[in-house]
């Protein structure tokens, strides 16, 4: 697949060929869905509680005898049928993550890459930084490829300056090549990615498919 490599200022430098094995696959539904839904499931915190009848403060005693008041029967004050009592199959603190194959996850990274690069939403520019830190020069450069629009960049490099840059940019995501993320890349309507990130791709996900050989 042939893509347009832009500068910074918008401009079209070159073309780059990328990775049909990476940018090039039919686009798994199934997949994508199941990565997300594996995302967002590590993602809960899994701290809900509520006190059943044995951990409300309470008397055990009954309100009133059991017979001869012509009420119904109670039994003490901490029942769940009661005002302040416990509550039955409440939630409780529990862990919702859980693994999918690695080769699914793959697939779904490679086939949302796909997805983005076949509908014209992945942009590739030439490799840059914010040297300043400064988030008005990152906007700046943006400006060029997104309108206030969720996006994306892709990194090919742990790279703090852009980082840094962009923190105050609600609407702004990053991602490093060898640790994406399957929600953020498929919700991106703009994701843009950087020259050597999209060759270093291509080699770590041929890399992983030989290991795992």
């Known amino acids: 697949m042939e893509k347009k490599v832009y500068s910074v200022d918008g401009k079209e430098l070159r073309t780059i060929t990328l990775d049909d094995n990476v940018f090039g696959l039919p686009v798994n539904e199934d997949?994508?869905?199941y990565a997300i839904n594996n995302e967002l499931a590590n993602k809960r915190v899994g701290t809900a509680c509520t006190k059943t009848r044995a951990e409300v403060h309470g008397s055990n005693a009954k309100p009133y005898k059991q017979k001869g008041t012509g009420r119904a029967r109670r039994g003490d004050k901490k029942s769940p049928i009661t005002v302040g009592g416990g509550?039955?199959?409440g939630p409780k603190p529990r862990d919702f993550?859980?693994?999918i194959p690695k080769k699914a996850k793959r697939l779904a990274m490679k086939s949302i890459l796909s997805l983005q690069a076949q509908s014209d939403r992945l942009t590739?520019?030439?490799?840059?930084?914010?040297?300043?830190?400064?988030?008005?020069?990152?906007?700046?450069?943006l400006s060029n490829f997104a309108k206030d629009e969720r996006t994306v960049i892709i990194l090919k490099d742990d790279d703090a300056k852009i980082k840094q840059a962009g923190k105050n940019?609600?609407?702004l995501s990053f991602l490093s090549f060898n640790r994406l993320r399957a929600h953020d890349l498929f919700y991106g309507r703009k994701v843009i990615m950087l020259e050597t990130a999209a060759k270093n791709l291509s080699q770590f996900y041929n890399a992983e498919e030989k290991e795992a050989e």
Not at 124 to 141: A, Y
């Open 87 to 89: 509550t039955i199959f």
């Open 169 to 171: 940019i609600p609407s």
């Open 97 to 99: 993550s859980y693994a």
């Open 31 to 33: 997949v994508i869905y």
């Open 124 to 141: 590739v520019v030439e490799d840059f930084t914010v040297e300043s830190g400064k988030t008005k020069d990152l906007v700046k450069i």
